[in-house]
C-alpha cells in the first residue's frame, strides 16, 4: 500500500510543550503534505515539502522529510489549546493525495 | 475570495436510494479531486479530474460510485443503491493544476444511509 502510517495515533501535551508526529510511507513520491483536521471536516493545507527538500517552517511549524528513510516529521512548536486537531499527512506522486490515518493531537490548557 | 464549496452538507437517505452530491471548485483551478473519509479514518482517494483528460478512477470503490465533471468546473458524485457502508464525509477539494500542487478541500458532505 501506498498509504501514509503516522505515528503517534494520539497525542496529548500541556500546552507551551512541543509536539512530533511522525509519518513513514512506502513508494517515491513528488512531494508530501500536511494537513489539519478540525471536527472531521474540512481540511486546511499546512505545509507542503518537495522530494527534494529535506526540511521547511511555516511559523511554528517544522518539517523534516528523510527520503532514504521514506519518513517525515512535523514539529509545533509552543503548542496552543488552538492546535488540537486531527493532523494527516499526504504523500503525492500521481496527482492524487494518499492519506495517513492522522494523529489526534490534544493540547491542554 | 470564495473556496471549495460542497452541498448538500448533510444527507439522510435510505438505503438503496441514489444520491447526487455536488463540488464547485475555485475558479481556474484545472484539477479537482473527491476523497471519502470514514468516521476515525484517514481520507481515501475516489476519483480525480484535470482539464480535458480522462479521468482517473482508480479510487473507486463499486460500480455504484460514478462523477462527472462539466469543463473546469462543477463535479458531481453519484452514488447508486445507497449502502449503510457508504456512510462517510465525502470531501472535495480542488488545485491549480493536477499534481505538486496544494490541494484546497471543501468542507464535505455528512451522508448518512439508514
Known amino acids: 500500500s501506498q498509504q501514509g502510517e503516522e505515528d503517534p495515533q494520539a497525542l496529548s501535551i500541556q500546552e507551551g510543550e512541543n509536539a512530533t508526529m511522525n509519518c513513514s510511507y512506502k513508494?517515491?513520491?513528488?512531494?508530501l503534505q500536511w494537513y489539519r483536521q478540525n471536527s472531521g471536516r474540512g481540511l486546511v493545507h499546512l505545509i507542503l515539502?518537495?522530494?527534494?527538500?529535506r526540511e521547511k517552517h511555516s511559523g511554528r511549524l517544522r518539517v523534516t522529510l528523510d527520503t532514504s528513510k521514506k519518513s517525515s516529521s512535523l514539529l509545533i512548536t509552543a503548542s496552543r489549546a488552538a492546535d488540537t486537531a486531527s493532523y494527516f499527512c499526504?504523500?503525492?506522486?500521481?496527482?492524487?493525495?494518499?492519506f495517513g490515518q492522522g494523529t489526534t493531537l490534544q493540547v491542554k490548557p | 475570495g470564495a473556496g471549495v464549496s460542497q452541498s448538500p452538507s448533510n444527507k439522510v437517505t435510505e438505503k438503496g436510494k441514489d444520491v447526487e452530491l455536488r463540488c464547485d471548485p475555485i475558479?481556474?483551478?484545472?484539477?479537482l479531486y473527491w476523497y471519502r473519509q470514514r468516521l476515525g479514518q484517514g481520507l481515501e482517494f475516489l476519483i480525480y479530474?484535470?482539464?480535458?483528460?480522462?479521468?482517473?478512477k482508480s479510487g473507486l470503490p463499486s460500480d455504484r460510485f460514478s462523477a462527472e465533471r462539466t469543463g473546469e468546473s462543477v463535479s458531481t458524485l453519484t452514488i447508486q443503491r445507497t449502502q449503510q457502508e457508504d456512510s462517510a464525509v465525502y470531501l472535495c477539494?480542488?488545485?491549480?493544476?493536477?499534481?505538486?500542487?496544494?490541494?484546497?478541500f471543501g468542507p464535505g458532505t455528512r451522508l448518512l444511509v439508514l
Open positions: 499526504a504523500i503525492s506522486n500521481t496527482g492524487k493525495l494518499i
Open positions: 513508494t517515491s513520491i513528488n512531494n
Open positions: 515539502i518537495r522530494s527534494n527538500e
Open positions: 475558479s481556474g483551478h484545472t484539477a
Open positions: 479530474f484535470q482539464g480535458n483528460s480522462a479521468p482517473d
Open positions: 477539494a480542488s488545485s491549480l493544476v493536477l499534481g505538486g500542487e496544494t490541494q484546497y
